[in-house]
T-cell receptor, first 111, second 115 residues
């Protein structure tokens, strides 16, 4: 069974704090996506990483793909209440068009 | 460019009934995937269609089926509904080009409630 373990599952922090979310797997991915989802809505794509060791920045969000393309992290600097939501990682299994999703990290940023 | 659309957004059915959900992908996208999302199980992959053929399948019973039309629009059908089928059903589309850079874009989902 191919799994994508995401941690932590829940995170409640104060505005202005930093945080990191992790996704880990034993599978090698050809690409990995990070999404944010609001209640009752579909996930919205934040970023795609493809190359091992790649780092992408999206304003206060920094995404990193592991060298072996099996893991990834999302770091948020100076979190704001607008960052509240469910963060999901999804990996496309190398050589296939099949995706596996992490269990999600539910982030709440308190003002 | 319009995003992925799903209809209906909300649906209430009773046990034993069947339901059909519809998904229109982003223009030019040839792959459509379906997912079931529940609080307890997270996002579970149902199946993926590409050029009217089911290319990948998750571990769901045969009551869950789908199809894709020549214009890439897709439908998902669930027969003999059970209470446990209550979930948010999400459709995602992608270009399905080379697998090295393949992004999925999600629709808003259909919230199905089975009573």
């Amino acid at each position: 069974t191919q799994l994508l373990e995401q941690s932590p599952q829940f995170l409640s922090i104060q505005e202005g704090e930093n945080l990191t979310v992790y996704c880990n797997s034993s599978s090698v991915f050809s690409s990995l996506q990070w999404y944010r989802q609001e209640p009752g809505e579909g996930p919205v794509l934040l970023v795609t990483v493809v190359t091992g060791g790649e780092v992408k920045k999206l304003k206060r969000l920094t995404f990193q793909f592991g060298d072996a393309r099996k893991d990834s992290s999302l770091h948020i600097t100076a979190a704001q209440p607008g960052d509240t939501g469910l963060y999901l990682c999804a990996g496309c299994i190398s050589g296939t068009y099949k995706y596996i999703f992490g269990t999600g990290t539910r982030l709440k940023v308190l003002a | 460019k319009a995003g992925v659309t799903q209809t209906p957004r909300y649906l209430i059915k009773t046990r034993g009934q069947q339901v059909t959900l519809s998904c229109s992908p982003i223009s030019g996208h040839r792959s459509v995937s379906w997912y079931q999302q529940t609080p307890g199980q997270g996002l579970q992959f149902l199946f993926e269609y590409f050029s009217e053929t089911q290319r990948n399948k998750g571990n769901f019973p045969g009551r869950f089926s789908g199809r894709q039309f020549s214009n890439s629009r897709s439908e998902m059908n669930v027969s003999t509904l059970e209470l446990g089928d209550s979930a948010l059903y999400l459709c995602a589309s992608s270009l399905a080009g080379t697998s090295s850079y393949n992004e999925q874009f999600f629709g808003p989902g259909t919230r199905l409630t089975v009573l």
